[in-house]
């Protein structure tokens, strides 16, 4: 098994949900496939959602949600 | 009562500009920052800055007690919010005056009373200015709103009661429409604005967007004229001209008289932008909001009449009236300003952060370049797009134009994609030379003209 690590395209804020108050897109231990979105990345007032890119178990955040992150930034972990 | 000292509220260019008044009128400079803004220009220019908080705005340039802490710390007279952030937000007004410094505005109970869309709307219509045709106050029920439409027929907007910059509104074209959309923006208005209050407006196709500049001191108020804004990107305004140049001289005279006698009717002390829609074909006007601060394209109107908005806004807030009475005030000639945005346009206006390479910036007769750049800058990614505002003046509009070719032409910005490109079009385009549009115009333009070649013709040329 190996470490998959989903790293943001873009500087930022990080968002693991939609909305303020709705819950997480997944939390930690969950499992992803490709096209699953894992949080959205607000630039300069516009939004853009962040997928996992890889199918895999036990997904780990390594960002807060609402946190700035840079481009390259490693946001969570899966393993495959 | 004098202002020696001014926190500057704000950041990016509006920050820069506020300093700028500030050094003319002898008044020190403090300026608050984010953690991600210690690099900014308005902190390089301020004689102090001060640190308020992590880079989110909600945690830095929003939080109200942050910035009344940093105040009192620095010893200032006087707060000036710039736009956006606080800068409309009465209890933030109420904040600095309770501090007992002066807020560089309108009174909290003006800033309430006329950023709320219905009351704001009942002011309007109190004092003689006509508004379009829609809902009497807020409507709290479907069936309500279903009512309105019978006498206004569709398309309607749904706008929220606390909206305002554009959001918060949807457009619906039937009554099923208005049946599922009501509910799901009254829900999404009391997410965005914690008020789900909601009311209709008709929809004025082929409209402008028109706005006349006030200046007000508590007793006396004057206009400055018009702008015109028409050329928006999703009710954003990108490109914006003073005067009006197609509006017949009895209409803007009509027009700037009912902003006037609506800032009288409450006292107005500050400066404002009273904002409406105008139908080129009836040549009606109709009232949609008022902002109770600086716009962030009040450079044309100084262009146009010489009067210092920011410096006269620092003046009014110390207690004095007004320094020009309604006879002095003139246009002469023609101005346009373009915000330069760190967006690129050949890519569905992609947002792009990054570091400044190169900046060359046009001088001369007419030409004035508003920023927060500088060559190495790095521009942060949790704010707007906004990096400047390029503002030319001419003898005339077509004059105008030209200069403004040869000013896009000179302005260099290397490092991140920017909105040039399409200012460069526009400046080249002729329906824009005629004056042939509305506030629907720019985006079906983007799609037909502009995206057939991303700009490429406007390059080369």
């Known amino acids: 098994m190996s470490k998959h690590e989903i790293r943001s395209p873009l500087p930022g804020t990080f968002y693991r949900s939609s909305a303020p108050d709705v819950p997480p897109f997944k939390t930690d231990g969950d499992a992803v496939s490709s096209s699953d979105a894992i949080g959205l990345i607000e630039v300069m007032k516009t939004f853009q959602e962040i997928q996992a890119g890889v199918a895999g178990g036990g997904i780990r955040f390594l960002v807060d949600n609402e946190e700035p992150v840079m481009a390259g930034q490693v946001i969570a972990e899966v393993d495959q | ?461």
């Open chain 2, 1 to 461: 009562m004098t202002i020696r000292s001014v926190l500057v509220a704000n950041r990016g260019e509006i920050a820069v500009r506020i300093i700028r008044a500030a050094k003319a009128l002898g008044i020190r400079t403090v300026q608050v920052y984010s953690a991600a803004d210690a690099d900014m220009l308005a902190v390089k220019l301020a004689d102090e800055a001060i640190e308020i908080g992590p880079p989110a705005p909600k945690k830095s340039y929003l939080d109200i007690a942050a910035v009344i802490s940093v105040a009192k710390r620095a010893n200032v007279d006087a707060v000036h919010p710039g736009y956006g952030f606080l800068s409309e937000n009465g209890d933030f007004a109420d904040a600095v005056v309770a501090a007992g410094l002066i807020f560089i505005g309108p009174s909290g109970d003006a800033i309430r009373l006329l950023g709320d869309k219905v009351a704001a709307r009942a002011v309007a219509e109190k004092a003689g200015v006509p508004t379009v045709p829609g809902s009497d106050g807020r409507i709290s029920s479907l069936a309500g709103a279903l009512e309105v439409t019978e006498r206004t027929g569709f398309p309607v907007m749904i706008k929220a009661a606390a909206g305002g910059g554009g959001r918060g509104i949807r457009i619906v074209n039937t009554a099923a429409e208005l049946e599922t959309q009501f509910p799901q923006a009254s829900a999404e208005a009391l997410a965005s604005f914690g008020d789900g209050g909601l009311y209709l407006e008709k929809v004025i196709t082929r409209a402008r967007h028109v706005e006349v500049q006030i200046l007000g001191d508590g007793n006396n108020v004057v206009h400055c004229f018009e702008r015109e804004c028409s050329l928006q990107r999703r009710r954003q305004k990108v490109w914006e001209e003073a005067p009006s140049f197609l509006l017949p001289p009895e209409v803007r005279q009509k027009l700037c008289d009912s902003a006037v006698a609506l800032a009288r009717s409450v006292g107005y002390r500050g400066a404002g932008t009273v904002e409406y829609l105008y139908d080129d074909e009836t040549r009606q006007f109709y009232f949609i909001e008022v902002n109770t601060r600086i716009q962030v394209e009040h450079p044309v109107t100084e262009m146009i009449t010489g009067i210092d908005l920011v410096e006269e806004m620092f003046r009014i807030a110390a207690g004095a009236s007004l320094s020009v009475r309604q006879a002095d005030i003139a246009v002469k000639g023609h101005a346009i300003e373009c915000r330069i945005n760190a967006e690129d346009p050949a890519r569905g206006f992609m947002p792009a952060p990054g570091r400044i390479e190169r900046l060359e910036v046009p001088e001369g007769k007419g030409i004035r370049f508003d920023t927060m750049l500088y060559e190495g800058y790095v521009i942060p990614p949790f704010y707007d797009s906004l990096l400047g505002k390029l503002i030319v003046w001419g003898e005339d509009r077509a004059a105008c134009l030209v200069r403004l070719s040869q000013a896009l032409a000179q302005l260099k910005i290397e490092g991140v994609p920017t909105t040039i490109p399409l200012h460069r079009a526009l400046a080249a385009d002729r329906q824009i030379a005629t004056g042939a549009f509305h506030t629907r115009f720019l985006e079906t333009w983007l799609e037909t003209e502009f995206a057939a070649d991303g700009g490429r013709a406007a390059e080369v040329a």
